[in-house]
């Protein structure tokens, strides 16, 4: 019931896509509901945004606003970055990255490491000019023919990248059975185009937005303004204002967990199932068992391991780290259990 990568790829690019999809045991066994993770982190940039970015950047040659001799930009909190980084290595476009500081150190280190250049800039709102996506769209406008800007949030390549790749795999997968989605948001892309193409297989699929405190998706989705409150520590997913890519979106229902959530779930997988989220994709993985543990059981439920757990190294696995939020990486799985 898995996909394998071809044996053979001329160019790393050709690697991105086709990921397993596995089983969590020990959730699975608790909530009496088949828990899967479609494990992105077999990407070649180590998490899902690779999809994305080899997308926009294949429709962007095809379109001709990406030209030979011209380089790539964007901003991003990291992943997508990353894969621009890979994707623009493996076809022969330069990428500068611009990225807020406080983001995982590991999310630098890799950006630099696949050959990209990276620009840091203070984290701000998102009404301030300095924030990172008004830093790469106001670097690509004064220099024009030298920059194409990948604009994450609002070119709808992110969007098809899932609507034809990603939902398709795991339609294919799960065999066509298949009871609940749950994906968090950063640009909105792979909620909607995984949710769009699957809700067009399985009309009677519940689609659950997992989103962090910080973020306003689940107030939006429910009063139609955006109001956030309390923060989290995961990195590039929450949204605070209206996306085209996440406009796309069919969302049945919006679930917000307090951080502790993900923290239980991530430090019992690692141990019982040695299984290694990172902070996005624990929230994920969180969700998905909380609406496992409060619906039906006999289900099959389906969310993403959106990146390589090592890049939350400095934060969710750093017991200092963790403290110093206020969370507890000994409470129980049990103990979480009991608040809910």
Not at 100 to 127: N, S, Y
């Amino acid at each position: 019931m898995t996909f394998q990568k071809p044996a053979l790829a001329q160019q790393q690019h050709e690697l991105i896509g086709n990921t397993p999809l596995l089983k969590i045991p020990s959730l699975s066994a608790l909530s009496g509901s088949d828990i899967f993770i479609k494990c992105e982190y077999f990407n070649p940039g180590g998490s899902i945004k690779d999809r994305a970015a080899l997308h926009m950047v294949q429709e962007a040659v095809a379109s001709g606003e990406l030209k030979p001799g011209m380089g790539i930009i964007e901003g991003t909190a990291g992943n997508t970055g990353i894969g621009l980084a890979v994707v623009g290595k493996s076809l022969g476009y330069p990428v500068t990255v611009v990225m807020p500081r406080g983001q995982t150190p590991e999310k630098e280190q890799m950006i630099a490491l696949h050959g990209a250049e990276l620009h840091l800039v203070d984290a701000v709102p998102f009404k301030n000019e300095n924030h990172f996506y008004h830093t790469a769209r106001r670097i690509a406008e004064e220099n024009p023919g030298k920059y194409w800007w990948a604009n994450q949030f609002e070119n709808l390549s992110n969007y098809r990248a899932h609507y034809t790749t990603t939902g398709p795999e795991i339609y294919a997968q799960t065999e066509q059975r298949l009871d609940v989605l749950v994906a968090a948001a950063g640009t909105g892309g792979t909620l909607a185009g995984t949710s769009d193409y699957l809700k067009g297989q399985l009309p009677d699929l519940k689609v659950i937005l997992a989103d962090p405190k910080g973020s306003g998706l689940k107030h939006y989705l429910e009063h139609g303004e955006f109001v956030a409150e309390g923060s989290s520590i995961t990195e590039g997913i929450g949204i605070m204002r209206l996306v085209e890519n996440f406009k796309q979106a069919k969302v049945d229902q919006a679930v917000s967990l307090h951080d502790q959530a993900l923290v239980s779930v991530a430090y019992y997988v690692q141990q019982q199932d040695g299984i290694l989220l990172g902070s996005s994709s624990a929230l994920n993985v969180a969700t998905a068992f909380y609406e496992a543990i409060k619906g039906p059981k006999g289900r099959r439920l389906v969310t993403f391991a959106c990146d390589l757990g090592e890049r939350s190294r400095s934060k969710l696995y750093d017991r200092a780290f963790l403290q110093s939020k206020a969370l507890d990486p000994d409470l129980s799985l049990e103990a979480l259990m009991a608040t809910w």
